[in-house]
């Protein structure tokens, strides 16, 4: 068996590997998605394959929609040949179950596959048509959090952003500006309406999206590259909209061990490729069954009906609700704080520190004790449950081989959500004092120590990408393991930036706290188990 629409006409012997197929006529999908356009993705990783594309291709399996997904990648442009077109757009779902068992699934929904580099001419040309077709109501992203900067460290524009500021819309090269680009052809074309919806883990992602956008826009009208009432048909909630969204889907790198099961079944279309951008996709993509989506209900240009397929919509505060809930309290916290202390620890999964007494006991101290007292309450989810659920089911599901290291990537762009708005409302509420966290003031130290690029027993460890990284260890840069009086002053520069925390650590209190946390686990071998042990066992 393989990924293909030819291969999937032999339905006796996918039934026999119990791997459901579409029911819907692929063909027919693909015809109608070309000539009216509904739905551009940008982002077709992991994420994208195993729920966004799997919302769209269930509304297909009931009937309730005719056209697809036009994915979009503009980051591994190697992606689109390799896992899209090579197979025919299809994709394998495979969710895996805490029992062990897969659930099988063809998905079907990505009409066609298009590389987002004005370079790559007929693409381009493409998108530019899509744009402009009245039919298209949302363009939605699983771009990372880096993918909406535009500056660096500093408070500078990026050099692929400062280029094209001064060049124009013509051949973008940052994402955000191909798609300020994209609009502008659907500015011209009418002020066609559209809602642009990012589904990346960002709390407030819709306005990032938003921002993002406007100050690139804003740049070109000042050279006068546009139209200045582009922006304000980007401004117009009754022409553009940014809807807020909030997301929640464990999808690590496909997995060995899936791999190895689906060959046993006979299927063939298994190979895992890692980019040019060192990321891993293949043609399958292995998930957990849980999956969140909550979506603002602002569709200028109306919308496909996604509460078929389990997606919430609602207004924008409920959205902002469950987002803080869940990015800044209840799971994103834990994850960046397993992945950090995985790594020093030389942990291969996720799964594996779960067992580990003295790190599930750190990220419960991070979620019921410091997390919970400030978890923002959305009325659709309950904080307490989904907490539950995250800490006794997710986390410690053996068959999801999420890494430490995938999970430490971007950092730098995680830590102002995931911990800085805990501290800031720790600062800001009389009922609370922001002098008594404790756990985590202890992952943004354990962050410190991480960034020293030595684990643990002190030998050398391999960072993960971060778009900040030659900055982040220029901070830790003369502080010597074993030395816990090199720390001095070094670490003031780094912990006092609001960019990369929120807030000044020694502003709210805890700036000289992580110091001497950091100076506790850089002063001997093991001393970061040692300093876990300190503050964990007692509890």
């Known amino acids: 068996m393989k990924l293909s629409k030819h291969a999937l006409k032999d ?83 495979v969710v895996m179950n805490s029992d062990g068992s897969l659930k099988k699934r063809v998905i079907g929904s ?28 949302m363009v939605s992203f699983t771009i990372t959090e880096k993918g909406y900067a535009l500056y660096d460290i500093s408070g500078n524009f990026y050099p692929d952003v400062r ?21 502008y052809v659907r500015y011209i074309r009418g002020e066609l309406p559209i809602a642009l919806v990012s589904m990346d883990n960002c709390s407030q992602n819709g306005e990032i999206l938003k921002k993002s956008i406007v100050t690139i826009v804003n740049e070109w009208v000042d050279r006068g590259f546009v139209d200045p009432k582009f922006l304000e048909y980007l401004n117009n909630p009754l022409k553009v909209s940014f809807p807020w969204s909030m997301i929640d889907k464990i999808t690590p790198r496909p997995s060995e061990k899936v791999k190895n099961a689906l060959n ?30 909550v979506i603002e209900d602002s569709f200028p240009n109306g919308r496909m009906p996604l509460e078929e397929a389990g997606v919430i919509f609602t207004d924008r505060n409920t959205v902002n609700l ?15 704080a397993l992945a950090i202390f995985g790594c020093l620890l030389g942990y291969q999964t996720i799964a594996e520190e779960m067992k580990d007494k003295h790190l599930r006991k750190l990220i419960e101290k991070i979620g019921c004790a410091e997390g919970l007292p400030v978890a923002a309450d959305p009325g659709i989810i309950n904080p307490e449950d989904f907490l539950d659920e995250v800490i006794n ?24 959500v995931r911990f800085g708005e805990t501290i800031k409302t720790y600062a800001q509420r009389p009922d609370l004092d922001v002098k008594n966290l404790l756990y985590i003031p202890l992952v943004i130290a354990g962050w410190c120590r991480y960034l020293m690029g030595l684990d643990d027993c002190g030998e050398y460890m391999e960072l993960s990408p971060d778009p900040m990284m ?70």
């Open 163 to 183: 280029l094209d500021i001064e060049n124009g819309p013509a051949c973008p090269k940052h994402i955000i500006s191909k798609v300020a680009s994209l609009l």
């Open 110 to 137: 990505v009409a066609e596959c298009l590389k987002g580099d004005a370079k790559e001419k007929n693409d381009w040309d493409r998108l530019q048509l899509i744009f402009s077709e009245p039919s298209l109501q």
């Open 264 to 293: 046993s079944i006979g299927f063939e279309s298994t190979e895992i490729i890692c980019t040019d951008k060192k990321t891993f996709i293949a043609p399958f993509v292995n998930t957990e069954p849980s999956q969140y989506l």
């Open 11 to 93: 339905y006796t012997l996918w039934e026999k590997a119990d791997i459901e197929l579409p029911k819907y006529n692929i063909d027919e999908m693909v015809c109608k998605t070309k000539e009216n356009p509904t739905w551009v993705h940008f982002g077709g990783g992991n994420l994208f394959k195993g729920f966004i594309a799997v919302l769209q291709d269930t509304l297909l399996e009931k009937g309730k929609s005719d056209t697809g997904i036009i994915a979009v990648v503009t980051y591994n442009l190697e992606v689109v040949d390799k896992i899209y077109r090579a197979y025919d757009n299809l994709g394998l779902l």
């Open 393 to 416: 089911v997710r986390l410690p599901n053996p068959f999801i081989p999420d890494t430490p290291k995938r999970i430490a990537t971007d950092t730098s762009q995680k830590i102002p």
């Open 322 to 336: 469950a987002e803080k809930m869940k990015v800044g309290t209840c799971l994103n916290p834990l994850h960046t």
């Open 470 to 539: 030659d900055e982040l260890k220029s901070y830790v840069l003369g502080i010597e393991f074993g030395n816990a009086d090199s720390v001095g002053d070094k670490l003031r520069p780094f912990l006092s930036n609001e960019k990369l925390f929120g807030i000044n650590l020694y502003a709210a209190g805890l700036g000289e706290k992580v110091e001497g946390l950091v100076k506790e686990m850089i002063s001997e071998r093991h001393a970061v188990r040692k300093t876990l042990e300190k503050y964990l066992d007692e509890f």
